[in-house]
């Protein structure tokens, strides 16, 4: 993946470029393609981005983003379904425990919508799906670490037929800057 932030002065405003390999296994017998830990596609990804301040500290800040993924080449007869994925949200930024640990609360909402798969080996009628998330979460700066945190909770969500759905998501995320 690629960004670039070079629109304006303060680098808030970015788009995002990118391609996904055909990684991960997509040949297990007995599994449905859309279940298959790969895709065996090769997909083209493009997004967008843009934060600002909310006050004028710049204590509160906000954020949108958006990605676009689809796919440009399959294989085995099965085509996923392209996704768009967007987030809007808030932090506070202005915690400091000490001069090198920081804590920034963040909320967020997301909205996912995915096609359904298609061509011979796909199961359209079972695949696809809409919701919107809201995702309370934790960011934690150590040093040169970076700790994130949050609790995805489904607020709206339709599946196209019969579909298994988690009804939460948990992630975490942790990065060491060099």
């Given at each position: 993946?690629?960004?670039?932030?070079?629109?304006?002065?303060?680098?808030?405003?970015?788009?995002?470029?990118?391609v996904?390999?055909?990684?991960?296994?997509?040949t297990?017998r007995g599994?449905?393609?859309?279940?298959?830990?790969?895709?065996g596609?090769?997909d083209?990804?493009?997004?967008?981005?843009?934060?600002?301040?909310?006050?004028?500290?710049?204590?509160?800040?906000?954020?949108?983003?958006?990605?676009?993924?689809?796919?440009?080449?399959?294989?085995?007869?099965?085509?996923?379904?392209?996704?768009?994925?967007?987030?809007?949200?808030?932090?506070?930024?202005?915690?400091?425990?000490t001069?090198?640990?920081?804590?920034?609360?963040v909320v967020?909402?997301?909205?996912?919508?995915?096609?359904r798969?298609?061509g011979?080996?796909?199961?359209?009628?079972?695949?696809?799906?809409?919701?919107?998330?809201v995702?309370?979460?934790?960011?934690?700066?150590?040093?040169?670490?970076?700790l994130?945190?949050?609790?995805?909770?489904?607020?709206?969500?339709?599946?196209?037929?019969?579909?298994?759905i988690?009804?939460?998501?948990?992630?975490?995320?942790?990065?060491?800057?060099?």
């Amino acid at each position: 993946m690629g960004v670039y932030s070079g629109f304006s002065p303060d680098m808030s405003t970015g788009v995002i470029f990118g391609v996904k390999l055909p990684t991960g296994d997509h040949t297990a017998r007995g599994f449905d393609p859309d279940v298959q830990i790969g895709s065996g596609s090769t997909d083209v990804l493009l997004g967008a981005y843009h934060t600002g301040a909310l006050d004028l500290t710049g204590d509160f800040q906000w954020f949108a983003q958006a990605m676009w993924q689809h796919e440009v080449a399959t294989q085995n007869r099965y085509r996923p379904g392209s996704e768009l994925n967007a987030a809007a949200g808030m932090t506070y930024t202005n915690w400091h425990i000490t001069p090198t640990v920081s804590v920034a609360p963040v909320v967020q909402v997301e909205l996912s919508n995915r096609g359904r798969d298609g061509g011979a080996a796909a199961d359209p009628a079972n695949t696809g799906y809409t919701r919107v998330l809201v995702s309370p979460g934790v960011a934690l700066s150590v040093d040169t670490w970076k700790l994130y945190a949050d609790v995805e909770i489904p607020i709206s969500q339709h599946v196209n037929g019969n579909q298994l759905i988690a009804p939460v998501a948990v992630k975490l995320i942790a990065s060491y800057n060099f």
